[in-house]
């Protein structure tokens, strides 16, 4: 109880701004607090690495990451507080088409595939929420989508 108190203060903004959280009832939105991981990551850090294989969920709580390509010539554009990536490369199976460095202090919560997949089996709404949020993409994760690339 306590340690849920703690994550729901300390992802206070993260939930209203990350469509996953704001869909689910609190009895799933709290299984998936409970299940995510803090990581904090220095300017320069790569985050997530072009030609890996998602297993990982990444909710950018405050900080601001690059993203770009895997000889870094090109920039595919930038993510902010309450964006995430990650999803489509775990969901899919498929390896990233593309690489993410922090480009500030991050403060970042991390859903492993092992947890997205036990709550997955657990709780079948979750996959209607993961539909409904798939659908609702932000305009900025569109965008990299039609130019190919997977995170």
Do not use: W
């Amino acid at each position: 109880s306590f340690r849920l108190n703690l994550l729901l203060y300390l992802t206070k903004d993260l939930m209203e701004k990350v469509p996953l959280f704001k869909y689910c009832p609190p009895v799933l939105r709290n299984v998936l607090l409970l299940a995510l991981k803090p990581q904090t990551y220095a300017p320069g850090v790569l985050i997530a690495r072009n030609g890996e294989i998602g297993r990982e969920i990444y909710f950018l709580s405050h900080g601001k990451v690059e993203i770009f390509s895997e000889n870094g010539d090109e920039n595919y554009g930038t993510l902010e507080d309450g964006d995430y990536f990650g999803d489509l490369s775990l969901i899919l199976k498929e390896k990233r088409t593309a690489s993410v460095k922090a480009l500030t202090y991050c403060e970042v919560f991390i859903l492993t595939s092992t947890e997205f997949n036990r709550i997955k089996d657990e709780y079948p709404e979750f996959r209607e929420i993961l539909k409904k949020v798939s659908s609702e993409k932000t305009e900025k994760v569109v965008n990299l989508l039609l130019k190919g690339v997977t995170l």
